[in-house]
């Protein structure tokens, strides 16, 4: 039955689902839409008419950002898919109970490069290190990343979990919060004595704000987190990449298949962390309200 849902998952996933949806949606157009009084007459000047008017000349920012999203998307999957199959479990498993602090362990671990915590293999009792580890449950083969110096492969991974481990920008998408697209706050300090002004480069992407209660005090933070969307089009390009491969390297070893073709990812930059800015305004009580 274990093996027969893995199966049934393997044979469905399709790796490329966020970056086709994510084209379809970047090419598409407003439908059009007619809001009618109870007797049937056309209202042109109502205000949903109006709301949707106005949404829509924000399109390209609204898909700018659903960029971002649908990386956190594909990479969360592709995390998923290394902590899933054999000795761990299908990936329904992997799915169903790596909820909150228990995934964001896992994003951290990765992004540290450590083997994840639970998810530990060895081999005549030798522990197998992170690089093996990653080597091992993308291609079955402990040695093949360091055999054929695809550690752009693993860096790959570590930033994207990287990228997870921080969850502000995906919740304020995800919520609703106060949220824009745009250019970032701008802070400048002036030196007291000297009068030397410095100020930070704001960056452009998603822009939220959080509410924070540490009783007696109370913070409120303006965070940004920057969006380059040719970027994140490529990488979830990657992830895709990677995750099909990995795919049909496990069906293939299900199909009792000793040889597979595999296209895996090549010729890529690493190194491009995701940025982030955030400005913290903390109020507590003063001394004298206190007594």
Not at 39 to 59: P, Y
Not at 61 to 86: C, D, K, N, Q, W
Not at 148 to 165: F, S
Not at 249 to 268: D, I, K
């Amino acid at each position: 039955m274990v093996d027969g849902l893995e199966r049934q998952f393997l044979e469905g996933f399709d790796p490329f689902f966020h970056y086709v949806t994510l084209e379809a949606m970047s090419n598409g157009v407003l439908g059009t839409f007619q809001i009618e009084s109870e007797d049937g007459e056309a209202l042109l000047d109502h205000e949903i008419i109006t709301l949707l008017q106005t949404s829509d000349k924000k399109r390209s920012e609204h898909i700018t950002s659903l960029t971002r999203v649908f990386r956190y998307f594909a990479a969360e999957t592709l995390v998923l898919l290394l902590v899933s199959g054999p000795p761990f479990g299908p990936f329904a498993r992997a799915a169903s109970i790596l909820r909150s602090d228990r995934i964001n362990r896992v994003f951290g671990d990765l992004a540290t490069r450590a083997v994840p915590r639970g998810f530990h293999l060895s081999r005549k009792n030798h522990p197998f290190d992170f690089t093996s580890w990653m080597s091992y449950r993308i291609s079955g083969d402990p040695e093949w990343v360091t055999r054929l110096g695809r550690h752009d492969i693993v860096d790959l991974v570590v930033e994207e979990a990287e990228m997870l481990r921080s969850r502000g920008a995906i919740n304020a998408f995800k919520h609703g919060k106060p949220f824009s697209f745009g250019t970032g706050f701008k802070m400048t300090l002036t030196h007291p004595e000297t009068g030397k002004t410095v100020s930070n480069v704001p960056l452009d992407g998603i822009n939220w704000i959080e509410w924070s209660e540490k009783k007696p005090s109370l913070e409120i933070s303006y965070h940004t987190e920057e969006i380059i969307p040719e970027e994140d089009k490529a990488r979830i390009f990657l992830i895709a990449l990677l995750s099909n491969a990995i795919r049909n390297y496990r069906l293939a070893r299900m199909n009792g298949e000793q040889n597979v073709e595999l296209t895996f990812p090549h010729g890529f930059t690493s190194g491009k962390m995701v940025r982030r800015q955030s400005m913290k305004i903390r109020l507590s009580p003063s001394e004298e309200g206190k007594k």
